[in-house]
């Protein structure tokens, strides 16, 4: 569904990805981890054309990524995002932020959209809060309705861009169990992260990036368990134990 | 003060006749302005080179020129190049002209001012630059551009008395008329300055009072 071929990007002088090569199918929930400045969410920002990269292609169910191009709001339209920072609308609701995206992207039926957005935050569990204005929600509700403003697109993929990194440590929780039930659902994930016990969990593959290089690839249960790279390991021990 | 009341009543229907004409020229020029000045700043950020430096080569320019040097020029000059307005036009449009590009940008920084995490939002929803601006942008730039906007459209009512030396009837060319047949300058530019008054402090009270509406109910 989503290719990488030899991408390459950098910012100025700095080389953040060199040459990366990856394949991630239809329905597959994949982690990429690894330290700050491998790369990783810079990969997952090319994906949608927040970023352009420089050589190489990333191609979309066989559609060439360009951000410079005008097909790249038809493949936005096709692949949410979800931000580390949630980055709702500070001025609608929790429904209308929703709501947005169908209504003025997709061009859908105001009635049939409001329905469907109501539906989605019941899903993520915030049924009560849909007249909220995001400063009034806590961070991990905010975070929950971004997922729900993900779904609405009704996207073939979904990036997630260190979901978890801002929110209180009691917060995290209610937001991972809200992607786990994506992943039941073989919704297509692509997700940045440091929740190794998530990753464990619930991906079918894991990227460890490092230096923007893909260091060691595989299933979760190899890679996170059984690392074969120094590396890897090394990153692991100092993520699973700090002190 | 007596003698003061029984001038100022007299003097008044005239000076109505006047003011009248200062909201008119205001409103219309506030008007003017703040779809140029939208203009300006949309052009300035749009990331288009070829529009980009166009726009901040003619906010510069116009900004360094006075006023009254600008009212001069339109009403003037203009006509020699075959662009005849009358002194009511000239007025209107050289008002809306320089305060567009005080308000241009103003409206930029309000624009630039909008976080980044809101326009990736936007973005990944697929939207396009027009609809991000529409719908995502521009109302919360409003929240930050509200206070200076407000504090401009006062300061454009007060220029505004300029265009009495283009020969525009206003609130200050009614009281320069009618002193200069009474001689009671003192009662007369009193009173204008208090008519003046009568328009600018209910315009702060009531920009105050949005701003405050605003803040609370986003």
């Known amino acids: 569904m989503i290719t990488f071929e030899n991408v390459h990007k950098a910012f100025g002088s700095l080389e953040v990805l060199k040459g990366i090569d990856a394949e991630i199918g239809k329905g597959q929930v994949v982690c990429l981890i690894g330290p700050s400045g491998s790369g990783k969410s810079t990969l997952l920002r090319c994906i949608n054309g927040l970023e352009q990269y420089q050589r190489g292609r990333i191609c979309f169910e066989g559609t060439v990524v360009d951000a410079a191009s005008r097909r790249i709001h038809a493949i936005r339209a096709q692949v949410s995002m979800v931000f580390q920072r949630f980055n709702l609308f500070p001025n609608r609701t929790a429904l209308e932020n929703v709501m947005e995206g169908p209504i003025y992207v997709l061009k859908e039926n105001r009635k049939d959209v409001r329905e469907r957005a109501m539906v989605l935050l019941k899903r993520v569990g915030l ?65 940045v992260t440091h929740e190794i016990q998530f990753a464990r969990e619930v991906a079918d593959s894991v990227l460890f990036l490092d230096g923007g290089c893909i260091v060691e690839r595989g299933t979760a249960g190899d890679v996170l368990n059984h690392p074969k790279h120094d590396r890897t390991r090394d990153f692991l021990r100092r993520v699973m134990h700090p002190v | 003060m007596a003698t003061f009341f029984s001038h100022a009543t007299e003097y008044l229907p005239f000076l109505l006749g006047g003011l009248w004409l200062t909201i008119l020229v205001t409103v219309f020029a506030l008007a003017l302005a ?46 020699e190049a075959g662009i005849d307005l009358t002194a009511f036009e000239a007025g209107v449009f050289g008002l809306a002209l320089a305060h567009s590009c005080y308000l241009g940008e103003t409206f930029r920084a309000g624009i630039e001012a909008v976080d980044t995490g809101q326009l990736e939002a936007a973005k990944s929803i ?26 401009d459209a006062v300061l454009l009512l007060k220029d505004s008395s300029l265009v009495s030396v283009i020969s525009v009837a206003d609130l200050t060319m009614h009281g320069k008329m009618l002193a200069s047949t009474t001689f009671d300058n003192m009662t007369i530019f009193t009173l204008v300055a208090l008519l003046y008054l009568c328009l600018t402090i209910p315009m702060n009270v009531l920009m105050r009072k949005v701003e405050r509406a605003f803040a609370e109910g986003r």
Request: net charge positive.
């Open chain 2, 126 to 151: 697929g939207m396009g630059r027009f609809m991000m601006m529409r719908r995502v942008v521009l109302p919360q730039a409003f929240k930050i551009i509200l206070p200076p906007y407000t504090n």
């Open chain 1, 127 to 191: 049924a009560d809060k849909m007249n909220i204005y995001p400063a009034s929600l806590s961070g991990g509700q905010q975070q929950r309705v971004a997922i729900a403003r993900a779904l609405a697109m009704r996207p073939r993929a979904i990036l997630f861009d260190e979901p978890t990194s801002a929110l209180d440590p009691e917060m995290v929780g209610e937001v991972l169990q809200a992607m786990r039930t994506l992943a039941e659902d073989h919704m297509t994930m692509l997700v």
């Open chain 2, 34 to 79: 703040t779809v140029l000045g939208l203009l300006w700043s949309l052009l300035r950020t749009s990331g288009v080179r070829v529009l980009e430096m166009p726009t901040r080569v003619l906010v510069e320019f116009v900004r360094g020129i006075p006023l009254l040097v600008i009212l001069f020029y339109i009403y003037f000059v203009a006509p």
